[in-house]
C-alpha cells in the first residue's frame, strides 16, 4: 500500500515535472508564432509604438533627476542622429516585435529603429568579460511558464526621450507571461530597472501586447532629419 | 463637431481667406520639441516632394513661393495603420494641411492633410 502511494507521488511529481517542461514549449511556440502589438493604456492597438511614458521625478535620484532636467534632446540624445535606442529604450519604444526561439539562443526584433537582441538560452552564466553595449548581455531562462531575460553589461545612455540616466551599475529584468482575458491574448511583461546611482528603489515598468500574426516587421532604416524639424518630447 | 467636418469648414476658410499659413487658435497635442504646441496654422499649397520614411514622414510643399516641410508620424504607421505607400502623394498634388508650426523655419507638425479633391489623408484634430 505504501508503496503504490509512494508510486503514485513519484508519478504525480513527474508529471508536474512534465507540464512544466512542456510549458515553455508551447509558451515559445505562441511567442514565436506572431508579432506583438504594444496596447497602450487606453486599450489601443498601436500600429506602430508609441512613447510609452517615462520614471516619475520621485522616483529618482537627485543628480539623476539635475541630470533628466538639463538633457537637451537637440544635442544630448544620440538617436537623434539614428544611433542605436538600447536596452531597455528599444523595448519601451511601444514598438511591434517578434521572438525567434531556439534550445541555445532568443533573438527579439523590435521593430523601431531595425534593433535585433540576442538573448542566450543555454544556461551560461553572465560574461562580464564581454564588452558594454547598448542592449547589453542577456540570458534567458523559463520559470515554468514565464520567460524571465536578465541583462547585464549595459553601457551608459539615456533610457528614454525626456533624458533618465542610465549608468554603468543598471541591469534589467523583464518577464514575459502570455495570459488570456476578455477571449483575447495577451504578452504581459514586467521591466523591472536595478540601477542604484539612477533610481531610489528598483523600478518596474508593466506593458501589454497582442498578438497580430497577420503583420510583418518592416524595416525601418532611419533617416536622420534636421533638428529644426524634430518632434522631440511628449508634453502630456 | 466632428475632427472631418472641422477641418472642412477650416478649408473653406482657407481657400476663400489665405494661401498663406496664418496661426491661430491653440491646441493641445502631445508632440512639442522644436514646434509650438500653443498655435494651430492652416494652409493650402503644391506638393513637391513626398518622403515616406522613418522615424518622420516629410512633405515639402510651395505655399506662396515658400517652401514649407509638413511632418508627420513614421511610414510604418502610416504604412500599416492608414494604407500609405509611395503613390500616395505625388508632385504638383494640391492639399490643405492644418498643425503646429516649427519655432524656426517653414515646418509644420501635421494635424489634418485633405487633397484638393477632398480625400483626408491625416485627421488628427482634437475635438
Known amino acids: ?236 | 463637431m466632428s475632427s472631418v467636418r472641422k477641418l472642412l469648414r477650416v478649408c473653406v476658410l482657407t481657400v476663400a481667406a489665405s494661401v498663406i499659413f496664418a496661426g491661430a487658435g491653440s491646441a493641445h497635442h502631445s508632440i512639442s520639441g522644436e514646434f509650438d504646441n500653443a498655435r494651430q496654422v492652416t494652409g493650402e499649397g503644391t506638393v513637391k516632394e513626398y518622403k515616406l520614411i522613418n522615424p518622420h514622414t516629410d512633405i515639402v510643399v510651395a505655399v506662396a513661393g515658400e517652401d514649407w516641410t509638413l511632418t508627420f508620424g513614421p511610414a510604418t504607421k502610416l504604412i500599416r495603420g492608414s494604407g500609405w505607400n509611395e503613390d500616395t502623394l505625388r508632385p504638383g498634388d494640391r492639399v490643405t494641411a492644418t498643425g503646429r508650426p516649427a519655432r524656426k523655419g517653414l515646418g509644420l507638425y501635421l494635424a489634418a492633410l485633405v487633397k484638393a479633391d477632398g480625400t483626408v489623408l491625416i485627421d488628427d484634430l482634437e475635438e
Open chain 1, 1 to 236: 500500500m505504501l508503496s503504490g502511494l509512494g508510486g503514485f507521488a513519484a508519478w504525480s511529481a513527474l508529471a508536474a515535472q512534465a507540464a512544466l517542461a512542456q510549458a515553455p514549449a508551447e509558451v515559445a511556440a505562441k511567442l514565436a508564432a506572431s508579432v506583438w502589438a504594444y496596447v497602450n493604456a487606453d486599450g489601443e492597438v498601436l500600429v506602430s509604438g508609441s512613447f510609452t511614458g517615462v520614471p516619475p521625478d520621485s522616483v529618482l535620484l537627485p543628480e539623476a533627476l539635475a541630470a533628466r532636467q538639463s538633457f537637451d534632446f537637440r544635442t544630448d540624445d544620440p538617436v537623434l542622429g539614428c544611433g542605436p535606442p538600447g536596452m531597455p529604450r528599444a523595448f519601451t519604444a511601444g514598438s511591434p516585435m517578434t521572438f525567434a526561439l531556439t534550445d541555445e539562443r532568443l533573438t527579439i526584433r523590435y521593430e523601431s529603429m531595425d534593433v535585433e537582441r540576442a538573448v542566450v538560452m543555454n544556461g551560461a552564466p553572465p560574461d562580464e568579460a564581454v564588452p558594454r553595449t547598448p542592449n547589453g548581455y542577456a540570458t534567458g531562462r523559463w520559470e515554468g511558464a514565464t520567460l524571465v531575460i536578465s541583462t547585464t553589461q549595459l553601457d551608459e545612455r539615456v533610457v528614454d526621450l525626456l533624458g533618465t540616466p542610465k549608468s554603468d551599475a543598471m541591469t534589467l529584468e523583464e518577464r514575459y507571461t502570455i495570459d488570456a482575458a476578455d477571449g483575447k491574448t495577451y504578452l504581459r511583461v514586467d521591466l523591472t530597472m536595478n540601477d542604484p546611482k539612477v533610481f531610489t528603489a528598483p523600478y518596474v515598468w508593466h506593458f501589454d501586447f497582442v498578438p497580430r500574426p497577420d503583420w510583418e516587421l518592416m524595416e525601418y532604416e532611419c533617416r536622420e532629419r534636421p533638428v529644426d524639424l524634430t518632434p522631440g518630447v511628449v508634453a502630456d
